[in-house]
């Protein structure tokens, strides 16, 4: 079984500081995670993915996420918001074999000007 | 460039209507998917198919339906529309390999159902 927490539904940062999105995940099986992002009224786009190399994991537009094992975590990151940014966000985890992936709920990231 | 196409973006039907949504990917791509989105909800699987007229329940099934006669092509069927099936709906296509969360998406038809 998998299943996968986003710790926050809201985070609001201000533009040019930095962004922390949290997830943790859990798995039997070594699991393979993923966030994307959704801008509104569009469809998802895959921001970043791990799948058991380097446990730093660059996406696009400067955001990158950390896979700590100990922790069952993949933390979203990125240095400095844009306005841009501003959207919905989902981790997501597939492990086991499976090929249906679990979704987080997502959070929802406001960028103040 | 890649692409999943949802025949409409904005629909509004009346109660009780069938509604026919489909989703078309030009990937060759085993997989498809149909999800629902509502907000706070997440997203949540209706149908999924990994192979011409295979499909499978996802968490929400019922009061819908599906068809997968071609690879490219699936689609979703409201059987009789209700206020309750008021929703945005993704479609998603993917490579059949275990572990595979790296799914492509349409834009999404939003559905209005009075």
């Known amino acids: 079984a998998q299943s996968v927490t986003q710790l926050d539904s809201h985070v609001s940062v201000s533009e040019g500081t930095p962004v922390l999105l949290r997830c943790n995940y859990s798995?039997?099986?070594?699991?393979?995670l993923f966030w994307y992002v959704q801008h509104p009224n569009k469809g998802l786009q895959l921001l970043l993915k791990y799948t058991s190399a380097a446990t730093l994991v660059k996406g696009i537009n400067g955001f990158e996420a950390e896979f700590k094992k100990s922790e069952t975590s993949f933390h979203l990151t990125k240095p400095s918001a844009h306005m841009s940014d501003a959207a919905e966000y989902f981790c997501?985890?597939?492990?086991?074999?499976?090929?249906?992936?679990?979704f987080g709920r997502g959070t929802s990231l406001i960028v103040h000007p | 460039d890649v692409k999943v196409t949802q025949s409409s973006r904005y629909l509004v039907k009346r109660t009780g209507e069938k509604v026919f949504l489909e989703c078309v990917q030009d990937m060759d791509h085993e997989n498809m998917f149909w999800y629902r989105q509502d907000p706070g909800l997440g997203l949540r699987l209706i149908y999924f198919s990994y192979d011409v007229k295979m499909k499978e329940k996802g968490d929400i099934p019922e009061g819908y339906s599906v068809s997968r006669e071609k690879k490219e092509r699936f689609s979703l069927i409201l059987e009789s529309a209700s206020t309750n099936q008021t929703s945005m709906y993704l479609c998603?296509?993917?490579?059949?390999?275990?572990?595979?969360?790296?799914?492509?998406f349409g834009e999404g038809s939003r559905l209005t159902v009075l």
């Open positions: 998603a296509s993917s490579f059949r390999r275990a572990n595979t969360g790296e799914l492509f």
């Open positions: 997501v985890v597939a492990s086991g074999g499976s090929y249906i992936p679990t």
């Open positions: 798995s039997s099986y070594s699991p393979s």
